[in-house]
């Protein structure tokens, strides 16, 4: 069945420290990996998203990288901020059929 | 580009009272609407699935003739609460995916309605 996994369920860190947060997926068909950072009581954000054919992806201080062998993907976060404080979500889907299923969420808080 | 807005952002109704939401996408053609249901401090749960013009897909535990929804145009997807419950109360959220030249993968999602039953 489909099932997502995430850890931490909250992360602490200082500003200007990485941040790592890791999923782990169980549908070996899965082929999609957005995720999503939500602020409190707003809309989820998608922040950055791979797709099975690559193994890692970078936009600026974001990267994720995915083992589709080990059946997990992360989110890093380089020299973070204050602002980058929410809750983040990873989710996996299946190009074609568009359902996702999200994970747990974790909760990360950047202290200045 | 791909912005989905969201009607009401918040309602509060009496109990055993029906309450519709609605789901615009404004930028683009959305094949496909999806609703969830957040509760505090919890992931978002898919409920159902929606297709322009055709009976939408519900998850297992999701009542469908309690949370009636329909997909009528590109654009329009609306989720009816039908004789709302305190239980019901919760942060309903849709999200749209399509056509229009972004990437038809990914989810957008709206702003969200905060609905409380009395």
């Known amino acids: 069945g489909e099932n997502v996994e995430q850890h931490p369920s909250t992360l602490s860190v200082q500003e200007g420290d990485s941040a790592v947060i890791k999923c782990t997926y169980s549908?070996?068909?899965?082929?999609?990996f957005p995720w999503y950072k939500q602020e409190l009581g707003k809309r989820p954000q998608l922040i950055i998203d791979?797709?099975?054919?690559?193994g890692e992806k970078k936009d600026q201080r974001i990267a994720v990288t995915l083992n589709k062998t080990a059946k997990h993907f992360s989110l890093h976060i380089t020299e973070t901020q204050p602002e980058d404080s929410a809750v983040y979500f990873c989710?996996?889907?299946?190009?074609?059929?568009?359902?996702?299923?999200f994970g747990t969420g974790t909760r990360l808080l950047v202290s200045p | 580009g791909a912005v989905v807005s969201q009607h009401p952002s918040w309602v509060i109704c009496k109990s055993g009272t029906s309450v519709k939401i609605e789901c615009r996408s404004l930028d683009f053609q959305a094949t496909t609407m999806f609703w969830y249901r957040q509760f505090p401090k919890q992931s978002l749960m898919l409920m159902a699935t929606s297709n322009e013009g055709s009976k939408a897909t519900y998850e297992q535990g999701v009542e469908k003739d309690k949370f009636l929804i329909n997909h009528a145009s590109l654009t329009l997807s609306t989720l009816t609460v039908t004789s709302a419950h305190p239980e019901d109360s919760s942060f309903y959220i849709c999200s749209a995916s399509g056509l229009g030249g972004f990437d038809t993968d990914t989810q957008y999602f709206g702003p969200g309605t905060r609905l409380t039953v009395l």
């Open positions: 549908d070996s068909a899965s082929n999609y």
């Open positions: 791979i797709r099975s054919n690559v």
């Open positions: 989710a996996q889907g299946n190009t074609g059929f568009q359902k996702l299923v």
